[in-house]
C-alpha cells in the first residue's frame, strides 16, 4: 500500500530529523555522508546517527548521536536513510522493521534492487526529503520459527529470504519440503531457499528462481543444487506457511536470515516459514515501474523494442 511521505512526519514538532545510516568503511559512504547531512542541516533538518559510526563521519556538532543498542533509536525521525551496499541497506532494514520508519536507500554498491537512489543523486535525494517529495511502499517480510525435538529454538524475520544450507562442503543436506502441512518432495541438495517478492532477485535469483514483481503477494521456495527431477521453484500463496524438515539422518545445516543472521540446524530441524507480521516501509522517489528498474539494475537488452502499436 501507498501512503504520502507527509502522513509519516512528525506533527506538532519545531523540527524534523532524519535518522542516517553509513557503511563507514567506505570512502565513497563517509563523503555521501558528509553531503547528505550538509544539506539536511541546511535546510533546517535535523540529523541523527548512531554512536558507534559518529566517530568515522566529519559530523558537525549539531549531529544528534544514539548509542547502538538503544531501541527507541529512531524514536521521533520521519525518515531513515541508508548509504551502502546491499548488505547496510539490509542492516537498515531491520532498523526500519523495529521503528516503523521508511528507509530510503542510497546505493554505493553494485546491483543494490533495494535503494531508490544512487551516488550521483545525493542533491535530489535531500532535496525530495526537504520537500517530502517521496512517497511510502510497504514490503512483505517473512517470519522464521526453527524447531528441534518439537520445541521453537529459534525465532527471526527476513526481508528478503530465509535459507537453509549445509555445512559440509563434501557432503549434501537431505531435505523433505512442506507446504501448508503436507509434503512435497525430498531430495538432498546444497539448500533451500526461502524467499519473498523483494528477495526474488536476491539470493533466490542466484539459485534460479523467478522474477516476482514487488505488488505480487507470494512466497517462493527454490531449491539450491537439488539432487532430484522435481526440483523447481515453487511460488505459493502469501497464507501459506513453508516447512523444511532435515532430516535425521543427514549431517547438521545452517540457517540464514538475509545471509546476516545464522543459527546452526541440528539434524531433525525442522524451519517454518510465514508472512512476517511486520511489514518495512521504503520510501521511494521515482514513479518508474519495476519492470524499468529490473532492466537498469541487470542491463538488460532492449535494443529494438518498438512497443504496442498506436
Keep these: ?46 540529523v541523527r546517527v548512531l554512536a558507534a559510526e559518529a ?23 520521519e525518515l531513515l536513510i541508508v ?15 523495529t521503528s516503523g520508519v521508511p528507509m530510503l536507500g542510497v546505493n554505493l554498491g553494485r546491483v543494490g534492487f533495494l535503494a531508490e537512489a544512487e551516488r550521483d543523486d545525493l542533491d535530489k535525494v535531500v532535496d525530495r526529503v526537504v520537500t517530502r517529495a517521496y512517497e511510502v511502499e510497504e514490503r512483505m517480510t517473512i517470519d522464521v520459527l526453527v524447531h528441534s525435538n518439537g520445541t521453537v529454538v529459534h525465532e527471526d524475520w527476513a526481508l528478503n529470504e530465509a535459507a537453509v544450507q549445509k555445512v559440509s562442503p563434501e557432503r549434501m543436506l537431505e531435505v523433505v ?4 502441512g503436507r509434503p512435497v518432495t525430498g531430495f538432498g541438495c546444497d539448500g533451500i531457499v526461502c524467499a519473498t517478492p ?21 512466497l517462493l521456495m527454490v531449491p539450491i543444487s537439488a539432487h532430484a527431477l522435481f526440483a523447481k521453484p515453487l511460488v505459493t500463496s502469501p497464507k501459506s506457511v513453508l516447512a523444511v524438515e532435515v532430516q535425521p539422518h543427514t549431517p547438521h545445516g545452517v540457517l540464514w536470515c538475509d545471509g546476516r543472521r545464522t543459527v546452526e540446524l541440528p539434524a531433525g530441524a525442522r524451519v517454518e516459514v510465514r508472512r512476517g507480521a511486520v511489514p518495512v516501509r521504503l520510501a521511494r522517489l521515482h514513479q518508474a515501474s519495476f519492470t524499468d528498474r529490473l532492466v537498469a539494475k541487470f542491463a538488460l537488452p532492449v535494443a529494438g523494442w518498438r512497443g504496442a502499436p498506436h
Design 55 to 77: 566517530g568515522d563521519l566529519p559530523l558537525p556538532s549539531e549531529v544528534e548521536t544514539v548509542p547502538d543498542d538503544t531501541s527507541g533509536a529512531l524514536n521521533g525521525c
Design 1 to 46: 500500500m501507498t501512503t504520502n511521505a507527509e502522513q509519516t512526519a512528525e506533527t506538532g514538532a519545531e523540527r524534523r530529523t532524519v535518522f542516517l545510516l553509513a557503511h563507514t568503511g567506505r570512502p565513497a559512504a563517509i563523503r555521501s555522508a558528509e553531503l547528505v547531512v550538509q544539506g539536511l542541516l541546511r535546510n533546517g533538518i535535523g
Design 198 to 218: 523483494t528477495g526474488s532477485t536476491a539470493y533466490a535469483f542466484s539459485a534460479g528462481g523467478p522474477v516476482v514483481w514487488p505488488e505480487v503477494e507470494a
Design 177 to 180: 519440503l512442506e507446504i501448508d
Design 83 to 97: 548509504l551502502g551496499g546491499d548488505g547496510t541497506l539490509l542492516r537498515g532494514a531491520s532498523f526500519a522493521r
